[in-house]
C-alpha cells in the first residue's frame, strides 16, 4: 500500500509523523519506568524526564528543515536527561538525532559528529578503566560507540549513498541533455544539407526553364525552329530535375523501398559528369569555354558530389545574371580540386532575381570539406573559386 501525499518522501508530514513515533515510543518506556538507567539520584520523580524526552522529539521533527537546530537541542535534552540519571527512551531517539543531522546536515557537521563521537567513545573508554579500575570500565566506551558512532557510522555511509545517486541522476540528466543536443545538431545539418541539394536539384533546373520561358514570351516573331529548341531546352531541363529529385527520394528513403530496385541511377552527380553541365548550359544560350588542368582522376565522394554541385550553381547564376558567357577551370592539383567559374556580369540589375541561397550553399559545402570559397567581382567580372581538398599529396 502506498503512503498518503502527506506522508511521502521528503515531506514535513513525514517528520512529524516520525516525531509522533518517537513520542508514543519514548512515553511507553517512560510508563514502563525504563528510568533512571545510570541511578546517579534514585530519588528524582520520573516526571522530570518528560520535558528532555519532549525536546528530543521536537529535535526529531526538525531533522530536515533544520539539522543545526535539530542536533542542538538534542543534544542538550541528552546531557539534562543523562544528568538526571538518564532514561532508555531519550537515549534511543537521540540517536535517531544523530543520524538525521549526518543524512540531512552540512557536510561540515558530519565530519564533526565523526570526530567527536570517536573522542568520546574513547574518552568514554579510558574514564571507565580510571573509575573501574578494571579492563571491564571499557564498556562505558562501548556504550558510547553504541549510542553515539554507530549512528554517525551509518548516517554517513546512507548520506554518501544519497550523494553518488543524485551525482549518477545529474550525470544521466547531462548526458541525456548531450544527447538531446547532439540529435538537435544532427537534425539541423540534415536539414541544411537537404536545402543545399533541393536548392541545386531544384533551382537550377527551374531556372533554365524560366529563362527560357520568358524569352518565348517576351521576344514576339519567334519562328517554329526557335520555339521548339526554347521548348526542347526546357523539356530537357525539366526531366533532368525530375530525374535528380527521383534520385534524391532515393537516397532518402530506407533501403529496399524503392518501387523499383533494379532500376539504374539516372544521374550520377560527379565532377566528371561536368561535360552534361556544360551541353545543358550551352544550350540555354551559355557560351561556356572548359579549361582543364592536370590529370584529372578518382575524388573522395564528398568531394566529387560538392564539386559537381559547385559548378552546377555557378553556371547556372552565369546563366541568371551574366550577359551570356562563362569561363570554367578545372585545375587538378596533388592535394586539391580547384574550381573557378568567371562571367561577366549584366549591368542595370537585369535578370533573374536570386535569394543569395546558392552562394551559401557553395560556401558550406566547402567548409565542410575544410576548403576554401570565395565569390565576388574580380577584374570587371564575376568569379566563384573553390579549393577543395581531396587528401592526397601529403
Known sequence: MRPPPWLGSGTRGRDLA????????????????????????????????????LAMCVAVGLRRAAPRASLA???????VDIALGGSLGAILIYTQVLYDACVYGPPRLWRWLLRATIGLSVLGAVVGVILTDQWSGVAIGVLVVLVGLLPVLTGISVRQYRDQAAAERARAEQTARLVELDRRQAVSAERARMARELHDVVANHLSAVAIHATAVLSVPGLDRGQVESALRVIRESSVQGLAEMRQMIEVLREPGTSADPAAPEVVTARLAEADGLVDRARAAGLAVRVRT?????????????????????SLTNALKHGTGEAELTIAYRPAEVVLTVEN???????????????????????????????????????????????????
Open 18 to 53: 516520525l516525531a509522533g513515533a518517537s513520542l508514543a515510543g519514548g512515553l511507553v518506556l517512560w510508563t514502563l519506568g525504563w528510568q533512571p538507567q545510570i541511578r546517579p539520584h534514585p530519588d528524582v520523580p520520573a516526571v522530570l524526564f518528560l520535558p528532555s524526552l
Open 293 to 313: 588542368d592536370g590529370t584529372p582522376g578518382a575524388l573522395p565522394v564528398g568531394v566529387d558530389l560538392a564539386a559537381y554541385r559547385i559548378v552546377q550553381e
Open 73 to 79: 537541542v538534542g543534544t542538550v535534552a541528552v546531557v
Open 344 to 394: 561577366p556580369v549584366r549591368g542595370g540589375g537585369a535578370g533573374l532575381p536570386g535569394a543569395g541561397a546558392g552562394l551559401i550553399g557553395m560556401r558550406e559545402r566547402a567548409t565542410l570539406l575544410a576548403g576554401r570559397f570565395t565569390a565576388g567581382p574580380h577584374d570587371g567580372r564575376w568569379q566563384v573559386r573553390a579549393a577543395l581538398p581531396t587528401g592526397e599529396g601529403g
